[in-house]
């Protein structure tokens, strides 16, 4: 969500940017371009909110309007912002080895896994939480093309490079999976 100081001294701003993000989970609400100015845009975009909510449609941002916005706004910058990043705990020096069962495990597999759908040197791991032999082989497969020590083991270095990577490559294996 926007810091609440983002907000402070640019109401019709404010307006326009959460009608805008209201309008990108709700298809049936015009959009508006936040640019300060209460133009025909902005009046037709409010009226088309305010039926939607059974309110009097007058293109005003009244107060029962204005406290309408707000509550559907904060529910569809949920939907339609970004997703919340997962904090990794890792503590200072912590390497995870061979036979080890850890939860972050689970998270560096499914990470293994989308990498290894985009380069074909990195072989699939199990998704078990243990660093069994095939996670090690993968883990050992991606620590070779980050010029990496081939360890096979998991520690906050090679966490990173796969935090780094996993982005990109899941966007690819999306647009992959949408054109099939």
């Not at 972050?104 to 699939?124: C, D, E, H, K, R």
């Amino acid at each position: 969500m926007r810091p609440l100081e983002s907000f402070v001294g640019q109401p019709v701003r404010s307006l326009q940017t959460m009608l805008r993000v209201i309008a990108q989970n709700e298809s049936n609400l015009p959009s508006v371009i936040p640019d300060g100015i209460y133009g025909t845009q902005t009046t037709a975009a409010v009226s088309a909110f305010q039926r939607s909510r059974g309110l009097p449609a007058t293109g005003v941002a009244d107060q029962d309007t204005w406290e309408a916005i707000v509550a559907a706004y904060e529910p569809a910058l949920v939907v339609v912002g970004e997703a919340e990043p997962i904090a990794v705990i890792f503590e200072p020096n912590e390497v995870i080895v061979a036979g080890q069962v850890h939860p972050n495990l689970y998270l560096a597999q499914g990470i293994l896994t989308v990498l290894s759908q985009v380069y074909g040197s990195i072989t699939p791991p199990s998704l078990n939480g243990t660093l069994d032999m095939p996670t090690g082989q993968s883990l050992s497969s991606f620590q070779r093309l980050n010029d990496l020590p081939e360890t096979g083991e998991l520690d906050r270095i090679t966490w990173q490079r796969l935090a780094l990577h996993y982005p990109g490559a899941a966007s690819l294996v999306l647009r992959q999976d949408s054109k099939n």
